[in-house]
């Protein structure tokens, strides 16, 4: 358990007390301050706001000092380390990707939040996260080791960020096959991060990447194949086929909306039954175009309504609806009917869908 002192009740402040509770649930935060006298006093979720004199001073001694503040972290860094002898390496400071002002956005999400080191040495920090335990699972563990954005933070030579956190969501599905001789593909396996923490993760499936890059071919090692290509071509979906059926499919590729679809429905009859297929960065979208990917195809069915108008048929087509059944489900092309017919749920989860086959 490590004690965190919070150094800025503003709104900052309060987004990263919120922030640490759900990500860091290892550390304790022991104490809030603010050198603003009108903060001082106030209860901030369950946190009274002190003086730094008061929460700096006393014997609740902090491991590490989080500064939330935009503009003067290196100020109150200074103090910190010169006033109350705070140690520097034990100093990390908050950097927000977004405008000032905004902090309190509704929408603000996780990845705008990074945990900079005050000093260029991230020794200490590193040595913190690595006593973490497992209580958002082992694939979360695995995932922060070796540094894929599916995890809940990344550890960065510049820092600590804020990532997906797919990871904990994932953990609950596939555990009970973890040690089964399954096979499973990931569509976009990048800089090889993901693939070797499958390759941990299950200790006996065969893992298929795919990637555009033909660099992903250097990740291969036992039981990890990649296949170089483009998700959405038949050439990399027959090469595919010759592996078999998978039990789990992740799409991590080009995040395109209408990529997505492509893959999904060609890759439909390659997922076992009982199995699972997840899109992922779903949010990406919606966004501008990604300078290291090919150019995003827009379009005008977003990838959530693509999976919800599934949901819609999958509950209203009944027997008792013919009106309904021919006037929606018979003019479905004969692929996504026969998905329909093999559905078996859909989870939306913050940035993924996962659906499950019957
Ligand atoms: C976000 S990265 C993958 C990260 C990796 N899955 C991880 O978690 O460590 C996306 C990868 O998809 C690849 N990619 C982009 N478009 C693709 C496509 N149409 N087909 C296959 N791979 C693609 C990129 O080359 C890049 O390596």
């Known amino acids: 358990m490590k004690r965190i002192a919070i150094w800025g009740g503003a709104d900052l402040g309060r987004l990263v007390v919120k922030q640490i509770r759900a990500y860091f649930k290892e550390w304790e935060i022991v104490s809030l301050m603010d050198k603003n006298p009108d903060l001082q006093g106030v209860k901030i979720l369950e946190y009274f706001v002190a003086s730094p004199e008061e929460a700096l001073s006393n014997e609740k001694e902090a491991d590490i000092l989080i500064i939330c503040s935009s503009n003067y972290y290196k100020e109150i860094g200074a103090e910190a ?62 995932g922060i080791k070796y540094g894929t954005d599916k995890a809940s933070i990344m550890i960065m030579e510049s820092g600590i960020r804020l990532t997906h956190d ?86 991590d590729a080009s995040h395109a909306w209408g990529d997505m679809r492509v893959s999904f429905e060609k890759l439909w009859d390659l997922l076992e039954s009982g199995g699972i297929y997840i899109l992922e960065d779903c949010f990406c979208g919606a966004q501008g175009s990604f300078a290291q990917y090919p150019p995003i195809v827009y379009d005008s069915q977003s990838i959530f309504d693509y999976v919800l108008s599934r949901a819609k048929i999958m509950n209203f087509c009944k027997d008792w609806n013919p009106e309904y059944n021919h006037y929606h489900f018979n003019l479905l092309p004969e692929k996504v009917k026969q998905i329909e017919r093999e559905l078996d749920s859909i989870t939306i989860i913050y940035g993924a869908c996962i659906i499950h086959k019957r």
């Open 81 to 142: 380390i010169e006033k109350y002898k705070f140690p520097e390496d034990k100093i990390l400071f908050v950097k927000t990707s977004w405008p000032t002002g905004l902090q309190m956005h509704p929408a603000i999400r996780q990845e705008n939040i990074h945990f900079m080191p005050l000093s260029k040495n991230l020794e200490y920090i590193k040595s913190v996260i690595a006593e973490l335990k497992t209580s958002e699972g082992v694939l979360n563990s695995i």
């Open 166 to 251: 797919y990871l904990r969501h994932y953990d609950r599905l596939l555990q009970n096959i973890r040690h089964e001789r399954k096979t499973i593909c990931e569509l976009g396996c990048g800089n090889g991060a993901s693939l070797k923490m499958w390759k941990e993760y299950f200790t006996q499936a065969q893992i298929i990447g795919v990637d555009i890059n033909t660099k992903a071919k250097a990740f291969e090692e036992e039981r990890v194949e990649v296949i170089c290509g483009n998700s959405t071509d038949d050439t990399t979906i027959s090469e595919l086929r010759k592996r078999g059926k998978f039990y789990l499919i992740i799409d």
